[in-house]
Each structure stands twice: as C-alpha cells, then as structure tokens.
C-alpha cells in the first residue's frame, strides 16, 4: 500500500450516498481528502446567485457534518478550481483524484485539462457519471447527431439500458481521513463563514429559512414523503399554482443532495407501470433534455439556440417595467403571485415560471435573457442548463420550445390554474383593494406588438 491519499473533488453533488467518486475512493482504500472549492474565478464559470450561495451555504454544512461521521474532514477552498486541487496534491501526496461529472463548457475544460496534468503526474484520476442518468454522448438519433426534440430524446433514453441502481452510502469504518481521527490534522481548510455565503445587510433570506432545510438528509426525507402523499395526484395535479403535488426536489437535484438514479429507482420500486410514476420520472427527463442540450451548445444562457431568433428586435429597455416584474408589482395577480413566491421562497411553481416568463417576453418586451438573469439571482434551484432552456423554451428560440405565436393570456391562466383564487390571494393579498396597481401593459395590444416583431424572426429563417 502506498498511503498515498485519495483526493475526492465535490461540486454539484453534495451527498454521501450514490456518490461514485467518494464509492472509488473507499474501495481504493487510502486516506481521504473531501474538498470543495468555490470557483469564481476560473474563466467562463458563471458567479452564483445570491439564492444559490444561501443554498451552498447550508448543504455544505450539512455534507460536512456527514463526512464528519465518516472521519473525513470536509476541505474548502477558494480560487481557480485547476489551481486549487493541483496545490492539494502537492500538500498532501496524493496518489488518486475522484469527482463525478460535469457538463458544462468552461467546467469540462477545467476537468480536462486538470485530468491530464495529473494523470501525467502519475496519479490515478477517475471520473464518474453522478449527475446525469444518461450520458450526453450516448443518447444520439438514428443519423447520430443529438436530439433536438424531447419525445423522440425521451424515447431513446428508455430504449437505452436502465440507470445504474445507487450506490450505498459508505459506513463509518469504511473510510480515514488525512490527519487522524475526524481529519482534525488534515489539510487547512477556509472556514465556511468566512466566505460570505449568506447574506447580512439586508438579510432578506429569512422566507427562504423558513421553507427550505438543505442537506442530503432532508432532501431523502422529501423524496419519501412525496412518493408517499403526492405522487398519486402528480400527473393530473402538477399544474395547478393553489395546489403543493410536485416533488420540490429541484434545489436538491441541482445541488446533487440527491441523485437521479436515486429518484428514479426509488420511484420505479414504489409505482412502477402508474401513470404518476411515468410522468414524473418523464419530468426529471426535461432535466436530462436540457443538460444534454446544454452539452452540446454551451452558451445556453446567452445565445439562441435557433439562430434566427437573434434577429428579434427587442425594444429599448425601460427599467421601471423590469423592476415592477422583479418585484411583483405588474398588475397583472397571476405574474405578481408568482415573482413574489420566487422572492419569498428561492423557488416559483413550474407553470408560474412559464406565465411570468412569457409575460416578460411577450408582454413587456424584455429580452428572456434579463429574466434569465434575475431568476439565476433569486432561485435556490438556478441551473446552469433547466434555468436557461426554460426561458428559451418560452421565448420560442430553444430546443423543442413553446411556438412564439402561442403567447399565454395571464389571466386565463389564472382562471384554469388558480380557479378559487387561493395562489394570488396568499402572494397578493391586497389584490382587488386600491393598494393594488393597475396592469402596467395592455395584454392585448402588447400581445400584438410582440406578434409583430416576431415577424422579423420569421423574415429570418
Ligand atoms: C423559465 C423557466 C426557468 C426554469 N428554471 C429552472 C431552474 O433554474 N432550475 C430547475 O431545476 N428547473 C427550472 N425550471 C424547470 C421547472 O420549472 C422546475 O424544475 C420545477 O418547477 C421544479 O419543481 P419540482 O421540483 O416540484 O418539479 P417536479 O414537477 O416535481 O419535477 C421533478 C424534477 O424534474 C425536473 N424538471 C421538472 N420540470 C422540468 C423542466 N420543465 N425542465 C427541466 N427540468 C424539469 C426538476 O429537476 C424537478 O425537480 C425552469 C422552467 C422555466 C419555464
């Protein structure tokens, strides 16, 4: 044995359990550094929101403490990731370096090039499908290019075989840390308040604390819970803004505080074959659908993915308009109740995204990417592939999106989805009152005006 310690990288997979980087390293069977590095500095790395961070915060504490159980002291870290875990082997000795995928452009140039310099170190460097139940280059259509639309994608990933079942959590005994006991003698580490992660002055995090608890034990509990009440009513019932029947386990697949492969056998082993089970897990295929998109056309969140839709011709921005959609104060209930629960809560019901953003779009004229942008700033769940595909799937430029002509009416969303009123009268209560403002747009002639212009995109193609 060479004792030379293995160094497991975690970034969007903050768990213990089915994670088959940390999996590697125990069947190694060396001494483990756990280490998680904040990376804002690396180039193309997108800056986390300020929800986000909040997030961050809280679920590497709790990985902390579970790794803490193992013995493993949990090692932060700040600056150019490639840097970072370079200086790690170089302090520690290192003989292997595990993590689990990531898919993104400027990530997977980090990872590349960091895996190549390594391995031509001599270590061991291993990486692993952790995040994805298929790979982005395994599921191709019949004349190999990637899918473009999600029925046929979704098809194929069926065909394909079965995700792999989840990995055990490892046991205490199964792994040492560097530095003894709880590897208090490891390697330094940043201390987690000292990164600013949370915010002070204002602390307007305080409706996010009270909705939300971080970390992987909770996120397993939720999982349960859901299939237990919720997964029954899912198919007919996930629409509904007055109704809570999804599963809000975004921020945790986001964070990778659960996996999807657990999701999907823990779903498949509760109600394989219902019609419950077939559309939820149909749901976590819109996630694979976009980080496969992702995949191949990196710069999601700022280019169109149909080209013809640069030609769109936004208007000048009038930043009161941007401002009352941000803080809730449109006039219109359905979009208000909507921007205040994202406000309030770091997460808006799946059909309240896609009125608020067409509203943004279509109504107000404002480019999906400002709204993109506020939505990566306030979402617990901001991420770097489902937050822009959904706002390219409403702005009508992405993979398999929403026609543009097909422009919601606001308020006959709210009459389906919200029939008794239950949504708007807990975000607006001062709705029907003279506290409450006029609509600042017209639904029609704004509707025309966005037809219109979309006329251009046409004249493009
Ligand atoms: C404009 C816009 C922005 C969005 N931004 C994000 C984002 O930043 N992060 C995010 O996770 N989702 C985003 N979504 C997708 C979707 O709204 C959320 O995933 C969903 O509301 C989360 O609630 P849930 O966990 O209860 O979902 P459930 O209905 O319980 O679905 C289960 C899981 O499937 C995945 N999923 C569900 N719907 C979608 C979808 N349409 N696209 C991709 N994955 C999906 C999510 O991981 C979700 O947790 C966005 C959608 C739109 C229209």
């Not at 969007?12 to 500095?41: M, N, Q, S, T």
């Not at 291993?126 to 298929?134: K, Q």
């Given at each position: 044995m060479s004792a030379a310690p293995s160094i497991v990288w975690f970034r969007?997979?903050?768990?213990?359990?089915?994670h088959p980087a940390l999996h590697a390293a125990v069947e190694r069977g060396e001494p483990v550094v756990a280490v998680y590095v904040l990376d804002e500095?690396?180039?193309g790395i997108r800056p986390l929101g300020g929800a986000a961070r909040w997030w961050l915060h809280h679920s590497l504490a709790s990985l902390a403490d579970d790794l803490r159980e193992l013995d493993v002291k949990l090692v932060l870290r700040r600056g150019p990731a490639g840097r970072v875990i370079r200086s790690l082997v170089d302090e520690t000795g290192a003989g292997a370096a595990f993590w689990n995928r990531r898919y993104g452009g400027a990530e997977r140039e980090i990872d590349t090039d960091l895996k190549s310099s390594l391995a031509e170190a001599g270590l061991e460097v291993r990486s692993f499908?952790?995040?994805?139940?298929?790979?982005?280059?395994?599921i191709r259509t019949g004349s190999d290019t990637p899918f473009s639309v999600f029925t046929p994608f979704w098809k194929a990933c069926l065909a394909a075989d079965e995700p792999r079942h989840p990995l055990p959590a490892p046991s205490p005994g199964d792994l040492t840390g560097v530095g003894g006991a709880h590897g208090r003698g490891g390697p330094a580490s940043d201390d987690l308040d000292e990164w600013a992660l949370l915010p002070t002055k204002?602390?307007?995090?305080g409706g996010i604390r009270d909705t939300w608890e971080p970390g992987e034990a909770a996120a397993h509990a939720r999982l349960q819970e859901f299939l237990d009440d919720d997964l029954g009513d899912y198919a007919k019932g996930?629409?509904?803004?007055?109704?809570?029947?999804?599963?809000?386990l975004s921020p945790r697949l986001r964070w990778g505080e659960l996996s999807p492969h657990q999701v999907w056998h823990a779903t498949r082993e509760r109600a394989a074959g219902t019609e419950g089970a077939r559309k939820f897990l149909s749901e976590v295929g819109w996630r694979e659908f976009a980080w496969h998109i992702l995949f191949h056309f990196p710069d999601l969140a700022t280019k169109s993915?149909?080209?013809?839709?640069?030609a769109f011709p936004w208007p000048r921005l009038k930043p009161s308009a941007l401002t009352a959609w941000e803080r809730g104060r449109t006039g219109v209930p359905v979009v208000d109740a909507a921007m205040r629960e994202l406000w309030h809560t770091g997460v808006m019901h799946n059909r309240a995204r896609m009125i608020s953003a067409s509203f943004l779009i279509k109504?107000?004229?404002?480019?999906w990417r400002r709204g993109e942008e506020w939505f990566w700033d306030t979402l617990?769940?901001?991420?770097?592939?489902n937050n822009p595909f959904g706002w390219q799937w409403v702005a009508g430029?992405?993979?398999?999106?929403?026609?543009?002509?097909?422009?919601?009416?606001p308020e006959l969303q709210r009459e389906k989805f919200d029939p008794d009123g239950a949504y708007v009268g807990r975000w607006?209560?001062?709705?029907?009152?003279?506290d409450y403002p006029e609509p600042i747009v017209d639904l029609k002639a704004t509707r025309d005006a966005a037809l219109a212009a979309y006329e251009q995109v046409k004249a493009a193609r």
């Amino acid at each position: 044995m060479s004792a030379a310690p293995s160094i497991v990288w975690f970034r969007d997979d903050l768990r213990v359990a089915d994670h088959p980087a940390l999996h590697a390293a125990v069947e190694r069977g060396e001494p483990v550094v756990a280490v998680y590095v904040l990376d804002e500095e690396s180039s193309g790395i997108r800056p986390l929101g300020g929800a986000a961070r909040w997030w961050l915060h809280h679920s590497l504490a709790s990985l902390a403490d579970d790794l803490r159980e193992l013995d493993v002291k949990l090692v932060l870290r700040r600056g150019p990731a490639g840097r970072v875990i370079r200086s790690l082997v170089d302090e520690t000795g290192a003989g292997a370096a595990f993590w689990n995928r990531r898919y993104g452009g400027a990530e997977r140039e980090i990872d590349t090039d960091l895996k190549s310099s390594l391995a031509e170190a001599g270590l061991e460097v291993r990486s692993f499908a952790g995040s994805l139940l298929f790979e982005p280059w395994t599921i191709r259509t019949g004349s190999d290019t990637p899918f473009s639309v999600f029925t046929p994608f979704w098809k194929a990933c069926l065909a394909a075989d079965e995700p792999r079942h989840p990995l055990p959590a490892p046991s205490p005994g199964d792994l040492t840390g560097v530095g003894g006991a709880h590897g208090r003698g490891g390697p330094a580490s940043d201390d987690l308040d000292e990164w600013a992660l949370l915010p002070t002055k204002p602390d307007w995090a305080g409706g996010i604390r009270d909705t939300w608890e971080p970390g992987e034990a909770a996120a397993h509990a939720r999982l349960q819970e859901f299939l237990d009440d919720d997964l029954g009513d899912y198919a007919k019932g996930r629409d509904r803004l007055d109704r809570q029947v999804t599963s809000r386990l975004s921020p945790r697949l986001r964070w990778g505080e659960l996996s999807p492969h657990q999701v999907w056998h823990a779903t498949r082993e509760r109600a394989a074959g219902t019609e419950g089970a077939r559309k939820f897990l149909s749901e976590v295929g819109w996630r694979e659908f976009a980080w496969h998109i992702l995949f191949h056309f990196p710069d999601l969140a700022t280019k169109s993915w149909r080209s013809e839709f640069d030609a769109f011709p936004w208007p000048r921005l009038k930043p009161s308009a941007l401002t009352a959609w941000e803080r809730g104060r449109t006039g219109v209930p359905v979009v208000d109740a909507a921007m205040r629960e994202l406000w309030h809560t770091g997460v808006m019901h799946n059909r309240a995204r896609m009125i608020s953003a067409s509203f943004l779009i279509k109504n107000l004229l404002i480019d999906w990417r400002r709204g993109e942008e506020w939505f990566w700033d306030t979402l617990v769940d901001a991420d770097h592939a489902n937050n822009p595909f959904g706002w390219q799937w409403v702005a009508g430029s992405g993979a398999d999106a929403a026609p543009y002509f097909r422009i919601f009416n606001p308020e006959l969303q709210r009459e389906k989805f919200d029939p008794d009123g239950a949504y708007v009268g807990r975000w607006v209560p001062e709705y029907g009152t003279d506290d409450y403002p006029e609509p600042i747009v017209d639904l029609k002639a704004t509707r025309d005006a966005a037809l219109a212009a979309y006329e251009q995109v046409k004249a493009a193609r």
